[in-house]
Nanobody, 115 residues
Framework: QVQLVESGGGLVQPGGSLRLSCATTRRIFSRYPMGWFRQAPGKQRELVACFLNTGSTNYADSVKGRFTISRDNAKSTVDLQMNSLKPEDTAVYYC?????????WGQGTQVTVSS
């Protein structure tokens, strides 16, 4: 069973910061690529940032320079540091991993950017 558990969402003012964390098992963390997606109301789920199989990172254009994805090897977590948040960043954020051809998702964490 693939477990992905997100934490760290919440309400923040425009320009503020939040840090999301996705915890999983050591087996998943060490073997498979992981990343973050988000889905705003009425919109399709979209990639935010991810690690590729090569270990390099990929970011959506809309978050480049503001968001940073990182791995904590000691905790088996993939974190997303979000700075300079904008109202358009409001969405449910999902942790993802892909095993072979199957995608697995966490339960999601709400991020709301509003004054």
């Amino acid at each position: 069973q693939v477990q992905l558990v997100e934490s760290g969402g919440g309400l923040v003012q425009p320009g503020g910061s939040l840090r999301l964390s996705c915890a999983t098992t050591r087996r998943i963390f060490s073997r498979y690529p992981m990343g973050w997606f988000r889905q705003a109301p009425g919109k399709q789920r979209e990639l935010v940032a991810c690690f590729l199989n090569t270990g390099s990172t990929n970011y959506a254009d809309s978050v480049k320079g503001r968001f940073t994805i990182s791995r904590d090897n000691a905790k088996s977590t993939v974190d997303l540091q979000m700075n300079s948040l904008k109202p358009e960043d409001t969405a449910v954020y999902y942790c993802n991993t892909r095993i072979d051809i199957d995608d697995y998702w966490g339960q999601g964490t709400q991020v709301t950017v509003s004054s």
